[in-house]
């Protein structure tokens, strides 16, 4: 490569590079944080080095002369053994955003003006959100003609406190679907808050600030275990309701049975007073029910690393929680079902009883590989048993 007379093609390639195809310089130029002009150096040649290859120096100048834009070129006279005095093309100046766009060429033009024709409605409802929507440019070039219009319909409509009682999904908004608010969340949360002045970023987003009834979240599986704990739930055999709603609503049944997989909890047998709650996994937040401290509770999940860690951190909100089937005799009773754990993690400080903290560093520290036993390969007996005792052997909380 030479290391002088740099061509209209090498040095548009480096702008395209830098300053075009970089989202943050270009965020930069659009707003005028990153300073026009952008000076470009043509690189004219020492005297020696032009002789030396006489051709590309005059394709060099030539190249430049044909330049669209001559106001742009900078050219001085540099004095050549031979040619004599030649005025050369010396410096680039790209002067503001539109010499930059027209400079790289018609697909950069073709961008500007898709740029343009989305942002023209949204400036129409404020036109204090131009920085904004420069920042985002990369969201909303993706979005079509059709789709910007709906939002400028729809940023005046959003109000505080107009979601009272409502998901985010049931709003009353005239002129989209019902995905809309959810597809566009974070856009749509940054134009309201320039538009109301920070509001949104003080409520805590746009959910909060419309007064949106919380999205449920972290699926629980309910199963009641008994005819009578049954009809108190309406008849329903399994039901699956939100972590939110499960933390606030108390669950009929003295007994509570929490599983850590979802296909054991479909085997549970009946038991008395019980309700059964499975398929949280590694989730542990349901232990935060301020109702279950008035529960017999059970935790009863895979003897591993990770079911002994859960089960630490379930007693550390439940302490009086009991074990099943995560203990040593287990494990033993069914070693020819153990596997290698892919991947373990580290025992817990807190939560757990001296003997099941023995069991954990017993898994780890195994002369084969770290094991596991997930709760599906239990013998099916074995399980009854294990259940029938816990439940028949439950006082009730006082």
């Not at 679907?177 to 309201?192: A, G, S, V």
């Not at 007693?315 to 069914?334: C, F, S, V, Y």
Request: hydrophobic residues 40%; glycine residues 8%; proline residues 6%.
């Amino acid at each position: 490569m030479r290391s002088w007379g740099r061509l209209p093609t090498d040095v548009m390639r480096e702008v395209e590079r830098l300053e075009w195809d970089n989202a943050t310089n270009l965020r930069g130029r659009l707003q005028g944080t990153r300073r026009f002009p952008i000076s470009l150096t043509l690189k004219p040649p020492a005297a020696g080095d032009a002789l030396m290859d006489i051709d590309h120096f005059h394709n060099w100048v030539n190249a430049w002369r044909q330049w669209s834009k001559q106001s742009q070129v900078k050219w001085v006279t540099r004095r050549y053994r031979v040619v004599g005095d030649v005025e050369v093309p010396e410096r680039l100046d790209l002067r503001n955003v539109k010499e930059l766009i027209e400079a790289i060429g018609p697909a950069a033009v073709k961008r500007s003006h898709i740029w343009a024709a989305l942002m023209e409605p949204l400036l129409a409802v404020d036109r204090n959100l131009y920085d904004t929507l420069i920042r985002q440019i990369l969201v909303v070039e993706q979005m079509s003609h059709r789709t910007a219009q709906q939002m400028a319909k729809v940023l005046p409509q959003l109000r505080k406190g107009i979601g009272a009682g409502y998901f985010l999904r049931g709003v009353p908004v005239q002129g989209i679907d019902t995905k809309f608010l959810e597809t566009y969340n974070l856009l749509l949360t940054t134009l309201l808050d320039v538009i109301h002045s920070g509001e949104l970023s003080e409520a805590g987003g746009l959910d909060a600030w419309l007064g949106c009834l919380p999205t449920p979240s972290n699926w629980l599986y309910i199963r009641p275990l008994c005819p009578e704990v049954r009809q108190q739930m309406g008849g329903f055999s399994v039901i699956q309701i939100p972590l939110e709603q499960f933390l606030e609503q108390p669950l009929p049944g003295r007994k509570v049975l929490v599983v850590e997989n979802t296909k054991p909890g479909y085997a549970l047998p009946e038991l008395p007073e019980t309700v059964a709650i499975f398929g949280g996994g590694r989730n542990t937040q349901w232990r935060m029910a301020p109702w279950l401290a008035e529960r017999d509770v059970a935790y009863w999940g895979d003897i591993d690393s990770w079911g002994l860690t859960i089960l630490a951190h379930a007693r550390q909100a439940l302490p009086g929680i009991k074990a099943l089937m995560m203990d040593h005799e287990t494990l033993m009773a069914h070693m020819d079902f153990a596997v290698e754990e892919p991947r373990s993690t580290s025992l817990p400080a807190i939560g757990l009883h001296a003997e099941e903290s023995m069991l954990f560093e017993g898994l780890i520290k195994s002369a084969q590989s770290i094991i596991r036993l997930e709760q599906e390969y239990l013998a099916q007996d074995y399980v009854l048993s294990k259940l029938y005792n816990w439940a028949n052997g439950c006082t009730t909380k006082s």
